[in-house]
Each structure stands twice: as C-alpha cells, then as structure tokens.
C-alpha cells in the first residue's frame, strides 16, 4: 500500500506560483509512474500532468494542453518525492490537486488507471 501526502497548496494571485510536493511512503517509489490531477468544484477530476518511472521510460514527463508551457511536473527518487512547479497561474487552475501513483505505464492520463491517490491539496487563485 502507498501512502501519498500532498502539501504547497494556498492562495496566490493570478500570475503567481506554486510548487506542489508529494511524499510517498513506498520504498520502491522509483518505480512508480506518478500522476497530478486536479478537480474545480462542480466539475470532473482532470489530468494534469505525469512522469513516468525512469526505469519504463526514462522519466518522460507529460502534460495536458491547458498547463503546457506553465507548469513542470518532477521527481526526486531519493526523496521519495513528485513536485508540481505551476506558474503563471489561473484562476481557471483554482481546483484540490491530487497526487497518484500506478505501477504501469501506459495511460498516465487516465485517471482510473492509478492505484494510489493522496488526499489532495486546495490551490486557490484570485483574479
């Protein structure tokens, strides 16, 4: 069982950033393909962004078309650790972030593939 834990979120102007951190518990961390997602109220949970374990697939990140540019999803395997750079913010980008972790590779963008989520994070964004 992983356990996820989100911290970094809060309330930030629009143009402003963020950085989201999530600390797994799992040991073999390095080994998962970890997934950001994001819900606004009112509305479905969506991808964000996904890297992909080094040893799948080299560590290739991915992004939705709405955060490209923006946003810069990372890991540090000796932390046991995924973070979420977000700048330029939106208010639009307001929504809890989840964290989620899957053994497989393929389909990081699909939110029912992930295994492990963590309890989200709210990221809030004035205009």
């Known amino acids: 069982q992983v356990q996820l834990v989100e911290s970094g979120g809060g309330l930030v102007q629009a143009g402003g950033s963020l950085r989201l951190s999530c600390a797994a518990s799992?040991?073999?961390?390095?080994?998962?393909?970890m997934g950001w997602f994001r819900q606004a109220p009112g509305k479905e949970r969506e991808f964000v962004a996904a890297?992909?374990?080094?040893?799948?697939?080299?560590?290739?990140?991915y992004y939705a078309d709405s955060v490209k540019g923006r946003f810069t999803i990372s890991r540090d395997n000796a932390k046991n650790t995924v973070y979420l750079e977000m700048n330029s913010l939106k208010p639009e980008d307001t929504a809890v972030y989840y964290c989620?972790?899957?053994?497989?590779?393929?389909?990081?963008?699909?939110?029912?593939?992930?295994?492990?989520w963590g309890q989200g994070t709210q990221v809030t964004v004035s205009s």
């Open positions: 799992e040991r073999t961390f390095s080994s998962y393909n």
């Open positions: 989620a972790a899957k053994r497989k590779v393929s389909g990081l963008d699909k939110e029912w593939e992930y295994d492990y």
């Open positions: 890297v992909a374990a080094i040893v799948w697939s080299g560590g290739r990140t």
